[in-house]
């Protein structure tokens, strides 16, 4: 969350941004009878490895759990986009997903497991790409509300992107478990999540970029560049903390965990790097 406050220049005491997290927490109630139904409808134990987490990670996960975001963002929006105080989509997209990602994070951690392990795991893998899908919806929304004659491919474009993304992300995942022999498959599945989570990034930055003339500036700025330092000096100090019990494993595994912060507080120091004293001036 501090990513996107910072990225924004808002504060955390900003009760929109608290108000659209609340907002997606309250999607994922939404997501529980659809998954149900979906996974009656498609019977994936029955099914081959590969067809059966396709089918999980494509038709149960990420369509409707995209498709909850997209409206709970829609109704975010509707509700708090209008008026002199008017968020930025792309921040107002950013902690609707963190709100559904901080209550799907719930349910897994209150099921029985290794959840010191799985809370480390989801806290820099699973919540940056929740996050991620946000930002990559916002922006084409926002992209959508400057292109009104290509408005319907904008929006098509804000729910089928986060689909491939959420997909792409839970595929491998969901293959491992179902058979081990493809083990193999997780360099190229890590690699994937940092391509993607870069491409997004880049997106995003652009279209902030063209659209922040329109966005109403708030008061009480955030620092990009303190909450950079905190991500790339903190997270893995942390991810090897709660890793490093694990051995060898657990060494390798908190500097894996520690690669998405890291892009996220590398793209903070370069917001703050961009800053000019004109923009540093109108706010």
């Given at each position: 969350m501090q990513y996107g406050i910072a990225k924004a220049r808002a504060r955390w005491d900003d009760r929109t941004i608290w108000e659209a997290f609340f907002s997606?927490?309250?999607?994922?109630?939404?997501?529980?009878?659809?998954?149900?139904?979906?996974?009656?409808?498609?019977?994936?134990?029955?099914m081959s490895p590969v067809h059966g987490a396709v089918t999980q990670a494509f038709v149960i996960a990420a369509i409707p759990e995209e498709i909850a975001k997209f409206a709970a963002i829609l109704y975010a929006i509707k509700r708090y986009?209008?008026?002199?105080?008017?968020?930025?989509?792309?921040?107002?997209?950013f902690a609707v997903a963190l709100g559904f990602a901080a209550i799907e994070n719930l349910a897994y951690l209150l099921a029985p497991g290794e959840w010191p392990l799985l809370a480390a795991s989801r806290a820099?893998?699973?919540?940056?790409?929740?996050?991620?899908?946000?930002?990559?919806?916002?922006?084409?929304?926002?992209?959508?509300?400057?292109?009104?004659?290509?408005?319907r491919v904008w929006l098509t474009a804000a729910l089928a992107v986060p689909m491939l993304l959420h997909a792409g992300y839970d595929f491998p995942l969901m293959l491992i478990t179902r058979n081990e022999a493809f083990f193999g498959v997780l360099p190229a599945w890590?690699?994937?999540?940092?391509?993607?989570?870069i491409c997004v990034?880049?997106?995003?930055?652009?279209?902030?970029?063209?659209?922040?003339?329109?966005?109403?500036?708030?008061?009480g700025a955030s620092s990009p560049r303190l909450s950079g330092a905190v991500l790339?000096?903190?997270?893995?100090?942390?991810?090897?903390?709660?890793?490093?019990?694990?051995?060898?494993?657990g060494i390798v595994g908190a500097a894996a965990f520690?690669?998405?912060?890291?892009?996220?507080?590398?793209?903070?120091?370069r917001t703050s790097s961009k800053v000019s004293p004109a923009a540093t001036a109108k706010r």
């Open positions: 997606g927490g309250m999607a994922t109630i939404f997501v529980l009878l659809p998954e149900m139904l979906l996974k009656k409808a498609f019977p994936v134990d029955v986009g209008a008026g002199d105080d008017r968020h930025d989509v792309i921040t107002t997209s820099v893998l699973a919540v940056p790409m929740h996050g991620l899908n946000g930002l990559a919806m916002g922006s084409f929304l926002t992209v959508a509300q400057f292109h009104p004659r290509q408005r890590f690699l994937m999540v940092v391509l993607s989570t990034l880049c997106l995003c930055n652009k279209v902030r970029a063209f659209a922040e003339r329109v966005y109403v500036p708030l008061n790339l000096l903190l997270v893995p100090i942390l991810a090897s903390i709660t890793l490093v019990g694990a051995g060898n494993f520690s690669i998405l912060p890291a892009i996220l507080g590398i793209d903070l120091l």
